[in-house]
Nanobody, 118 residues
Framework: QVQLVESGGGLAQPGGSLRLSCASS????????MGWYRQAPGKQREWVAT???????SYADSVKGRFTISRDNAKRTVYLQMNSLKPDDTAVYYC????????????WGQGTQVTVSS
């Protein structure tokens, strides 16, 4: 059983920044892909970004150039740096073990709320 715990959400103004963190309890963290997803009110959960075990990254077109995913294997933590935030970025953000653009893995965090509003 793997536990994922997100933190770092909150309220930001348009154009502002937030950094999300997701800490994993899994001992195999360093060899697993990690993904971020989000779900806005009334919408389906959507993929945001993935970082592979080797450090390669990929992003949804809606966040490319504004968000950066990174990882610290020693801390078993994945991050999502969100810059130039827009109201459309308002959602609950979830991290996922093995999550990619194509499919999500079995383990999810509890989610962290991000609200972008003036």
């Amino acid at each position: 059983q793997v536990q994922l715990v997100e933190s770092g959400g909150g309220l930001a103004q348009p154009g502002g920044s937030l950094r999300l963190s997701c800490a994993s309890s899994g001992s195999t963290f360093s060899i697993r892909h990690m993904g971020w997803y989000r779900q806005a009110p009334g919408k389906q959960r959507e993929w945001v970004a993935t970082i592979t075990s080797g450090g390669s990254t990929s992003y949804a077109d809606s966040v490319k150039g504004r968000f950066t995913i990174s990882r610290d294997n020693a801390k078993r933590t994945v991050y999502l740096q969100m810059n130039s935030l827009k109201p459309d970025d308002t959602a609950v953000y979830y991290c996922n073990l093995d999550g990619t653009r194509i499919s999500a893995g079995r383990y999810w965090g509890q989610g962290t709320q991000v609200t972008v509003s003036s």
